[in-house]
Nanobody, 116 residues
Framework: VQLVESGGGLVQPGESLRLSCVAS????????MGWYRQVPGKQRELVAG???????NYADSVKGRFTISRDNAKNTVYLQMHSLKSEDTAVYYC???????????WGQGTQVTVSS
């Protein structure tokens, strides 16, 4: 199983980024997918999730600015981020979960830095 994130980088406050995560080795369409982030010294936190059926949920801190989506034909989950703030700076991780089999997989992470 591989989850490969891309799209991170250095941006200025107010700018946008789109993260992508391509999954292989899993039946993507049955997995709930999520984006988490982590900064040094803090716990990894859920940013956004999208269930296999398409329902979504977001952390309060990103509601209205971030959008999660998935393309089952491409085995890919996206995180569109707008109006980025310095506090969004973190390593962003892709997550795949299939609760029926208690399967949880993580990507290697991609750095997002928001700084002027």
């Amino acid at each position: 199983v591989q989850l490969v994130e891309s799209g991170g980088g250095l941006v200025q406050p107010g700018e946008s980024l789109r993260l992508s995560c391509v999954a292989s080795g899993i039946i993507f369409r049955v997995y709930d997918m999520g984006w988490y982030r982590q900064v040094p010294g803090k716990q990894r936190e859920l940013v956004a999730g999208i269930a296999s059926g398409g329902s979504t949920n977001y952390a309060d801190s990103v509601k209205g600015r971030f959008t999660i989506s998935r393309d089952n034909a491409k085995n890919t989950v996206y995180l569109q981020m707008h109006s980025l703030k310095s506090e969004d700076t973190a390593v962003y991780y892709c997550n795949a979960e299939y609760k029926v089999w208690a399967h949880v997989f993580w990507g290697q992470g991609t750095q997002v830095t928001v700084s002027s």
